[in-house]
């Protein structure tokens, strides 16, 4: 089945500073790969996702990457805020065998003012 | 305007008790699904229904008992509670993926305290 590595576990950057979570995963038929933002003691929320036919997508402040061949994507985070500050999960939707999204092991993001 | 919910929030009780966790959603979606995620903040999947039939059902023990009665509700009845249980409940829900639509939303959590 799909396994989802995601690296730091911990990265802290000044205000203002990019942030980058890189994660890996290992089926190769997986399609689809959100981002969620988890704030202490709330819901993950949807914050970006891509698909498997496109290698970037940008919302702003927020871009997310995709290198199929390399099973690699990252999100970035520019221009960083307090607000940022949050635990931040990647997934991929494994769709070899029944469909389900795997999580990544989160990523605590602390943005420094 | 709530799109997925859950009841209650906070849970608090002992082991050995038999509790429930109730989610709804108003998203119109076909699947539903319960997510553990422990005090490490691991967010893993426990059950997952489509159209009311049970799809994942990952190694979770038999104590855990999903049902969803239609559509838009599914939940969780733990029976013979134990410390390792505590931890957060997530439910979430997506469309199937016979569409274009792969969002996945999650409720507020319920957080389950064993004593």
């Known amino acids: 089945g799909e396994n989802v590595e995601q690296h730091p576990s911990t990265l802290s950057v000044q205000e203002g500073d990019s942030a980058v979570i890189k994660c890996t995963y290992s089926?190769?038929?997986?399609?689809?790969f959100p981002w969620y933002k988890q704030e202490l003691g709330k819901r993950p929320q949807l914050i970006i996702d891509?698909?498997?036919?496109?290698g970037e997508k940008k919302d702003q402040r927020i871009a997310v990457t995709l290198n199929k061949t390399a099973k690699h994507f990252s999100l970035h985070i520019t221009e960083t805020q307090p607000e940022d500050s949050a635990v931040y999960f990647c997934?991929?939707?494994?769709?070899?065998?029944?469909?389900?999204?795997?999580f990544g092991t989160g990523t605590r993001l602390k943005v420094l003012a | 305007d709530t799109a997925v919910s859950q009841t209650p929030k906070y849970l608090v009780t002992q082991m050995g008790n038999d509790k429930s966790i109730k989610c709804e959603q108003n998203l119109g979606h076909d699947t539903m699904y319960w997510y553990k995620q422990d005090s490490k903040k691991f967010l893993k999947i426990m059950f997952s229904y489509n159209n009311k039939e049970l799809i994942i059902n990952e190694t979770v023990p038999n104590r855990f008992s999903p049902k969803s009665p239609d559509k838009a509700h599914l939940n969780l009845h733990i029976n013979s509670l134990e410390l390792g249980d505590s931890a957060v409940y997530f439910c979430?829900?997506?469309?199937?993926?016979?569409?274009?639509?792969?969002?996945?939303?999650f409720g507020p959590g319920t957080r389950l305290t064993v004593t």
């Open positions: 089926d190769s038929a997986s399609n689809y």
């Open positions: 891509i698909r498997s036919n496109v």
């Open positions: 979430a829900s997506s469309h199937d993926w016979t569409g274009s639509s792969y969002e996945q939303y």
């Open positions: 997934a991929a939707l494994q769709t070899s065998g029944t469909y389900k999204y795997i």
